[in-house]
């Protein structure tokens, strides 16, 4: 069984950094893309950014220059360093990672973790 398990929200000033984990475990053949989605309350679940492979990286618009996204194949892991954090960065991120288990390919989904920037 797969499992997308995430770390590292938490409450943060205006200007602030935090830095988003989450490793993946189980029976894995092979990660295809991994990525972190947010949704805020009343919206709809956006991209923020994601990975294919080391330098194939994909961020939206909003945290272009802020964000960093960075992927340890040896750990299945994928880290999100978010700085200069601004209030419209609140939300609940998800980990997310398109893989292939068991013969099977499917997307996998963390169980999400809360950030909130308020001063």
């Known amino acids: 069984q797969v499992q997308l398990v995430e770390s590292g929200g938490g409450l943060v000033q205006p200007g602030g950094s935090l830095r988003l984990s989450c490793r993946v475990s189980?029976?894995?053949?092979?990660?295809?893309?991994m990525g972190w989605y947010r949704q805020a309350p009343g919206k709809e679940r956006e991209l923020v950014a994601r990975?294919?492979?080391?330098?194939?990286?994909r961020y939206a618009e909003s945290v272009k220059g802020r964000f960093t996204i960075s992927r340890d194949n040896a750990k299945n892991s994928v880290d999100l360093q978010m700085n200069s954090l601004k209030p419209e960065d609140t939300a609940v991120y998800y980990c997310?990672?398109?893989?292939?288990?068991?013969?099977?390919?499917?997307?996998?989904w963390g169980q999400g973790t809360q950030v909130t920037v308020s001063s």
């Open positions: 997310n990672a398109d893989l292939k288990s068991r013969g099977i390919r499917k997307n996998y």
């Open positions: 189980g029976s894995i053949c092979v990660i295809y893309t």
């Open positions: 990975v294919i492979s080391g330098d194939d990286r």
